[in-house]
């Protein structure tokens, strides 16, 4: 069994930063590609980030692009979420999760983290 513990979130001002954290549990995290999802209040799960194994595929919503950055530490089973330039729109629950291969869509990912809140404030 696969556990994802993500961690880093917060209450911020707009214009902030935060990195948010994913710690996966196993001996196997360096085979899979991770991803970065997010739900609003009243709003659908929606992609954010998603990096292959091997990190060179890189992939971004729209809305996060050149804010977000994602990056990926095999040695420590860790994925991150580098966020900068933080919106009130941004505010959301923040899930890692696990796929075979970087994806937007959520349906490809196998396991999911517990999720860690993220407020921006105006």
């Known amino acids: 069994q696969v556990q994802l513990v993500e961690s880093g979130g917060g209450l911020v001002q707009a214009g902030d930063s935060l990195r948010l954290s994913c710690a996966a549990s196993g001996r196997t995290f360096s085979s899979y590609a991770m991803g970065w999802f997010r739900q609003a209040p009243g709003k659908e799960r929606e992609f954010v980030a998603a990096m292959s194994r091997s990190g060179r595929d890189l992939r971004y919503a729209d809305s996060v692009k050149g804010r977000f950055t994602i990056s990926r530490d095999n040695a420590k089973n860790t994925v991150y979420l580098q966020m900068n330039s933080l919106k009130p729109e941004d505010t959301a629950v923040y899930y890692c999760?696990?796929?075979?291969?970087?994806?937007?869509?959520?349906?490809?990912?196998?396991?999911w983290g517990q999720g860690t809140q993220v407020t921006v404030s105006s």
């Open positions: 999760a696990r796929s075979g291969y970087a994806s937007s869509d959520e349906t490809v990912y196998d396991y």
